[in-house]
Structure formats: structure tokens, C-alpha cells
């Protein structure tokens, strides 16, 4: 049943394309290739993951994809216009202002935009409580847990309503316990909003469990490999994780991933 | 505190002895300064009597608290000059480095072109400098404040440039995405990060305006141009006055020691809530 699902290279779904990455390339100042020739179509509603080992450039992408870095060469273009108030990103870790209170640290998009405090409460009480974090508004950041702070974090991007969440590996710090429960709460809130994803991860197991579309890159150069649709309907649940289907994709996402590690021209691997 | 007790009861020797070691930690860091401060005067007191020393060479503890308390009209008015020179020169050394250290914030060649200044300035010793001021300028008061500035902004200012520059990256990215002008940057993230940075210099900017005050004074007065409390100790000193000279020193001392304690206590209660510094240690 699984096989026939997954199929590698295609590209899923009829909605409408937001942005496509054509011929993607970006070298850094030091001269090393971080990029090249990536070509990429993310359409509205994807969770995109973008999997690979460490140096294959899913963050140098993530960051081109959010305008925080340019192209050396190729382009990217999204449908319509798109600003950066469309954007939603969470870093790898937490990156909260340590001085401010969850509160100020959610309002903060909005507040750099010009919304008064008054203002963007409905709206920020509102993500609070979609993050599960109702009560803690006056907590500042010290006093949370790893995974409240990571929650804080997915609040604020999204507290703008962005059309692209861009993640950057945001939960590779944590505990196993506390990701299994921030990737169910992820999935919940994405199947609510339909938003467009793209989920940097080194994790075939989380990129498998997430996404609609798993896009596996290899390193030296970063580049893309291959990639599978992950065809599992939503909402997926603690008894998809533990499900033989989910084994199976993962097996395969594992596969590809692994070619994509031997296929990396060079004398040494780093064991990621 | 009872019930670190009746934790210690259940932990293992190992861990009550580390309890309990902690808690003699606690009660040492007061008694044993005091402890040595009272045995330190004690021993001066016996120093004069048993080499019977002269009261204008080395006066006798008791004597110097009894000038202190007889003198306290006079001595109390020059305190009050030599702190408002202090807390304006402070105040000054607030607004001048901080206001510099935002602008080299601005823009790294800004830095680059005026921070070499700043560094002369600071190295130069202020007694040498002295003179010249006392050319160029004519009111008293300016010519002081300027002096103990001197001393103190740079603490400051280097505190404070480094702290606008140590944002976290991604900080400054998210700033980035979310369209953040210039001041919203500098005024919700990079301000706010330099605080416990410019917190830190104010500590220092305490003391050395205090210092500042004092030595500027000293220069000036030596001219009979002041009546802070170091021209009361060059004018003790001239009349062989020694419990008042001793008496003055010990005024400096403790306002020195209030203006530590003052400032780190501004700086405890503004970052107690975040800032690792301030935080207790959670076992």
C-alpha cells in the first residue's frame, strides 16, 4: 500500500504554486559553494521538509527563501507579491528577547509594525493559547522549559499570520518527549490554518512524520537530491507514528538520504 | 531556613556537608570583614598607645570619631560639594557615553574614527591635563565637572559599545524580517541587550567619578580655588591636623563603598528577572 503511495521525483498536489527556486545557486564570500543549480516549487498548504546532513545548505536555502541572504545566481519567484510581513520564521533555537515577558515576545512582530500593545492582545492571547502557553504572557523567557520557549517562538512567527512558516531545524535541542508533542501541536495548527511550511530538519523520522513532501539535498555542493511525497493522510497521530506505514516511509526516506550522503564527492564523511 | 535543615536530614553526608558548608559560606562573607576590620582598628588603636605616637603623626581611632562628630558641620558641607561634583560628573559620564557609544553604533567607521579619541583621553593621566583646563576655562564648577567626566565616561562608553554590538545574530535577523527601522532596532533589541553591559561600566563610572571629583579637587584646591573634602584634607594636612585629615578620608571612603552598593543594587533590581548575572543558581 505504501509503495505505491510514495513515489520518488514527483511533485504533489494541484494548489496553486507560491514560490518556485530555479537554478538556485549561492556561494559564499570565502568562496565555498553553499548552493548550486537548485531548482525547488512550493505550493500553497505544503509541508515541505528539506532533509539532508549537516552542510548540504537547508539552511543557506531557508535563509534565501527568507530574504535574509541573496542568490549568487538563479532566482526565486513567488506568486503575487509577497513582502516579508508574509514570512514567518523560527530559528533553531528559541531566540526570544530574555528581557521581555512571553507577552512582549509574541507582540514584538506586531509592535515593530506599529501595533499597539491593547491592540494585539486578542491577537496574541489568541496564538498563546493555540501554543498551549495560556498564562505564562507574564513569564519571561528564563523561567520556561526548552520546548515553552520553543513554543514562544512558533507564536511569534505565526502570530502575523504569515503565508510561509520558514523553520530552521527549531527542534533539534529538544528532548524526544517534548518534540513527539511540538510536532503533534505543529501538525494541529497547520491542518487549522493551512499555511505553507518549510521545515529544515536532519531527522528522517520527524521530516517522514511532518510533512506532505519530504525533499532530500546532499552536500558538497548543497544541492537537491531526490524527492518523495509522503501521501499519509492528516491528521497523523501518535498511532501513525508507531504504524508500519510510517516505518516504511521512513525506511525509504532513509534510503534516499543515505545515497544522497554517498552520492557527495569527497575523501571523508563526517558520520551526519 | 528550617527547611534547609530538614532537607539535610534526609540527604546523604555528602550533601549535608555541602548544605552546611554553604551555610557557613553565607555567614562568613559577613562576620569575617567585620571581624578583621574591627581587629585592624583594634591593633591601630594599640599601635599608637604602645609606641605612644603623636595624635598629629597617627591619631587613635576614638580620636578620629570624636573630630568626625566635632567637625561634622564643616566636613558634611565639603562632602556635599565634593558629591554633587561626583553624581553631575556621573550623570554627565551617563549621558556623554552613552549617547557616543549609540552613535559608534550607528555606523562602524563612526566607531573607527572617534573611538582612538576616546581611548587618549582615558590615558592621559587627568592630573596632567589639569593645568591646561584650568587655562581655558573659568568657572569653577565646569572645570571640576569636566575633570572627573574625564575620568568617568570611558568605562561607560567602552561598556556600552560593546554591549549595542553583542545582539544575538538571529535576534537581529528576526528584527530583519519583521522590517524593523533603525531606532526600533536600536531601541526594542540593541538597548535593551547593552544594559547589563552599560550596568556594568556604570559601577565602574561610580567610583572613578567619585575619584575624579576628589583629584580635580585636589588639583584646584591646592590653588584655593575648593572647598570639597580634598581641600579640607590638603588644608589638615598644611596644619598638621591630622584627626580631621583622617576624618575626611574615612567620609570619602564610606561614600566611595555607598556609591558601589547603591549602583549595584540599581543594577541587581533592573536585571535580577533575566540576566544570568543577577540570577541565584537553581540546584
Same mark, same amino acid.
Given at each position: 500500500?505504501?509503495?505505491?503511495?510514495?513515489?520518488?521525483?514527483?511533485?504533489?498536489?494541484?494548489?496553486?504554486?507560491?514560490?518556485?527556486?530555479?537554478?538556485?545557486?549561492?556561494?559564499?564570500?570565502?568562496?565555498?559553494?553553499?548552493?548550486?543549480?537548485? %531548482?525547488?516549487?512550493?505550493?500553497?498548504? %505544503?509541508?515541505?521538509?528539506?532533509?539532508?546532513?549537516?552542510?548540504?545548505?537547508?539552511?543557506?536555502?531557508?535563509?534565501?527563501?527568507?530574504?535574509?541572504?541573496?542568490?549568487?545566481?538563479?532566482?526565486?519567484?513567488?506568486?503575487?507579491?509577497?513582502?516579508?510581513?508574509?514570512?514567518?520564521?523560527?530559528?533553531?533555537?528559541?531566540?526570544?528577547?530574555? /528581557?521581555?515577558?512571553?507577552?512582549?515576545?509574541? /507582540?514584538?512582530?506586531?509592535?515593530?509594525?506599529?501595533?499597539?500593545?491593547?491592540?494585539?492582545?486578542?491577537?496574541?492571547?489568541?496564538?498563546?493559547?493555540?501554543?498551549?502557553?495560556?498564562?505564562?504572557?507574564?513569564?519571561?523567557?528564563?523561567?520556561?522549559?526548552?520546548?515553552?520557549?520553543?513554543?514562544?517562538?512558533?507564536?511569534?512567527?505565526?502570530?502575523?499570520?504569515?503565508?510561509?512558516?520558514?523553520?530552521?531545524?527549531?527542534?533539534?535541542?529538544?528532548?524526544?518527549?517534548?518534540?513527539?508533542?511540538?510536532?503533534?501541536?505543529?501538525?494541529?495548527? /497547520?491542518? %487549522?490554518?493551512?499555511?505553507?511550511?518549510?521545515?529544515?530538519?536532519?531527522?528522517?523520522?520527524?521530516?517522514?512524520?511532518?510533512?506532505?513532501?519530504?525533499?532530500?539535498?546532499?552536500?558538497?555542493?548543497? +544541492?537537491? $537530491?531526490?524527492?518523495?511525497?509522503?501521501?499519509?493522510?492528516?491528521?497523523?497521530?501518535?498511532?501513525?507514528?508507531?504504524?508500519?506505514?510510517?516505518?516504511?516511509?521512513? +525506511?525509504?526516506?532513509?534510503?534516499?538520504?543515505?545515497?544522497?550522503?554517498?552520492?557527495?564527492?569527497?575523501? $571523508? $564523511? %563526517?558520520?551526519? | &531556613?528550617?527547611?534547609?535543615?530538614?532537607?539535610?536530614?534526609?540527604?546523604?553526608?555528602?550533601?549535608?556537608?555541602?548544605?552546611?558548608?554553604?551555610?557557613?559560606?553565607?555567614?562568613?562573607?559577613?562576620?569575617?570583614?567585620?571581624?578583621? &576590620?574591627?581587629?585592624?582598628?583594634?591593633?591601630?588603636?594599640?599601635?599608637?598607645?604602645?609606641?605612644?605616637?603623636?595624635?598629629?603623626?597617627?591619631?587613635?581611632?576614638?580620636?578620629?570619631?570624636?573630630?568626625?562628630?566635632?567637625?561634622?558641620?564643616?566636613?558634611?558641607? #565639603?562632602?556635599?560639594? *565634593?558629591?554633587?561634583?561626583?553624581?553631575?560628573?556621573?550623570?554627565?559620564?551617563?549621558?556623554?557615553?552613552?549617547?557616543?557609544?549609540?552613535?559608534?553604533?550607528?555606523?562602524?567607521?563612526?566607531? &573607527?574614527?572617534?573611538?582612538?579619541?576616546?581611548?587618549?583621553?582615558?590615558?592621559?593621566?587627568?592630573?596632567? !591635563?589639569?593645568?591646561?583646563?584650568?587655562?581655558?576655562?573659568?568657572?569653577? *564648577?565646569?572645570?571640576?565637572?569636566?575633570?572627573?567626566?574625564?575620568?568617568?565616561?570611558?568605562?561607560?562608553?567602552?561598556?556600552?559599545?560593546?554591549? =549595542?554590538?553583542?545582539?544575538?545574530?538571529?535576534?537581529?535577523?528576526?528584527?530583519?524580517?519583521?522590517?524593523?527601522?533603525?531606532?526600533?532596532?536600536?531601541?526594542?533589541?540593541?538597548?535593551?541587550?547593552?544594559?547589563?553591559?552599560?550596568?556594568?561600566?556604570?559601577?565602574?563610572?561610580?567610583?572613578?567619578?567619585?575619584?575624579?571629583?576628589?583629584?580635580?579637587?585636589?588639583?584646584?584646591?591646592?590653588?584655593?580655588?575648593?572647598?570639597?573634602?580634598?581641600?579640607?584634607?590638603?588644608?589638615?594636612?598644611?596644619?598638621?591636623?591630622?584627626?580631621?585629615?583622617?576624618?575626611? =578620608? !574615612?567620609?570619602? #571612603?564610606? *561614600?566611595?563603598?555607598?556609591?558601589?552598593?547603591?549602583?549595584?543594587?540599581?543594577?541587581?533590581?533592573?536585571?535580577?528577572?533575566?540576566?544570568?548575572?543577577?540570577?541565584?543558581?537553581?540546584?
Amino acid at each position: 500500500m505504501i509503495q505505491e503511495k510514495v513515489a520518488q521525483g514527483t511533485v504533489s498536489g494541484e494548489s496553486p504554486m507560491l514560490l518556485s527556486l530555479r537554478n538556485v545557486g549561492k556561494v559564499f564570500s570565502n568562496g565555498v559553494p553553499a548552493l548550486s543549480k537548485v %531548482d525547488l516549487a512550493i505550493r500553497e498548504g %505544503d509541508f515541505l521538509s528539506l532533509l539532508g546532513p549537516s552542510g548540504c545548505g537547508k539552511s543557506t536555502a531557508l535563509r534565501l527563501i527568507a530574504g535574509l541572504s541573496t542568490p549568487t545566481s538563479g532566482q526565486l519567484d513567488w506568486r503575487g507579491s509577497i513582502d516579508r510581513s508574509n514570512i514567518g520564521f523560527v530559528f533553531q533555537e528559541p531566540t526570544l528577547l530574555p /528581557w521581555a515577558s512571553v507577552f512582549d515576545n509574541v /507582540w514584538l512582530p506586531l509592535r515593530l509594525k506599529g501595533v499597539s500593545r491593547a491592540e494585539a492582545k486578542p491577537a496574541v492571547m489568541e496564538m498563546l493559547s493555540r501554543v498551549h502557553l495560556t498564562g505564562f504572557e507574564n513569564a519571561v523567557p528564563r523561567e520556561l522549559s526548552g520546548g515553552m520557549k520553543m513554543r514562544v517562538s512558533i507564536a511569534r512567527a505565526m502570530v502575523t499570520k504569515p503565508r510561509i512558516l520558514l523553520m530552521d531545524e527549531p527542534f533539534a535541542a529538544l528532548d524526544e518527549i517534548t518534540r513527539f508533542k511540538l510536532n503533534n501541536d505543529l501538525l494541529e495548527l /497547520w491542518q %487549522d490554518e493551512r499555511f505553507t511550511v518549510v521545515f529544515v530538519t536532519h531527522s528522517v523520522f520527524e521530516s517522514v512524520f511532518l510533512s506532505s513532501r519530504v525533499v532530500v539535498m546532499a552536500a558538497r555542493p548543497g +544541492r537537491v $537530491h531526490g524527492e518523495l511525497a509522503i501521501e499519509a493522510p492528516y491528521p497523523r497521530d501518535e498511532a501513525f507514528r508507531t504504524s508500519p506505514d510510517y516505518a516504511a516511509l521512513c +525506511r525509504q526516506a532513509s534510503d534516499v538520504l543515505v545515497n544522497a550522503i554517498n552520492s557527495t564527492a569527497g575523501p $571523508h $564523511h %563526517d558520520g551526519h | &531556613m528550617t527547611a534547609i535543615e530538614d532537607n539535610a536530614l534526609k540527604l546523604d553526608p555528602e550533601e549535608a556537608r555541602r548544605v552546611r558548608q554553604e551555610r557557613l559560606e553565607r555567614i562568613g562573607k559577613w562576620v569575617l570583614p567585620l571581624a578583621i &576590620m574591627v581587629l585592624a582598628i583594634w591593633l591601630w588603636d594599640r599601635i599608637c598607645v604602645w609606641n605612644g605616637i603623636p595624635q598629629y603623626i597617627l591619631p587613635r581611632p576614638g580620636v578620629v570619631l570624636q573630630t568626625l562628630h566635632d567637625d561634622a558641620g564643616l566636613l558634611f558641607s #565639603s562632602l556635599l560639594v *565634593t558629591l554633587r561634583i561626583t553624581f553631575l560628573s556621573l550623570l554627565l559620564a551617563v549621558i556623554g557615553g552613552v549617547g557616543l557609544a549609540v552613535l559608534f553604533a550607528q555606523s562602524k567607521w563612526v566607531e &573607527m574614527s572617534f573611538f582612538p579619541f576616546a581611548i587618549v583621553l582615558q590615558v592621559t593621566p587627568i592630573v596632567a !591635563i589639569f593645568p591646561l583646563i584650568n587655562i581655558y576655562i573659568n568657572n569653577q *564648577t565646569t572645570k571640576l565637572l569636566l575633570c572627573a567626566w574625564i575620568v568617568a565616561f570611558f568605562p561607560i562608553l567602552s561598556n556600552t559599545t560593546l554591549g =549595542l554590538n553583542s545582539v544575538d545574530r538571529n535576534l537581529r535577523d528576526l528584527f530583519k524580517l519583521n522590517g524593523a527601522t533603525r531606532w526600533q532596532q536600536l531601541r526594542y533589541l540593541r538597548l535593551p541587550a547593552a544594559m547589563p553591559y552599560f550596568l556594568g561600566g556604570l559601577k565602574i563610572a561610580g567610583g572613578l567619578s567619585l575619584i575624579g571629583a576628589v583629584v580635580a579637587e585636589f588639583v584646584a584646591g591646592a590653588q584655593g580655588q575648593s572647598s570639597g573634602l580634598a581641600s579640607r584634607i590638603i588644608e589638615a594636612g598644611y596644619r598638621l591636623n591630622a584627626p580631621r585629615l583622617f576624618a575626611a =578620608l !574615612i567620609l570619602i #571612603s564610606l *561614600t566611595g563603598i555607598l556609591i558601589f552598593l547603591v549602583l549595584s543594587l540599581v543594577s541587581h533590581l533592573i536585571l535580577r528577572r533575566w540576566h544570568e548575572s543577577a540570577l541565584k543558581q537553581e540546584r
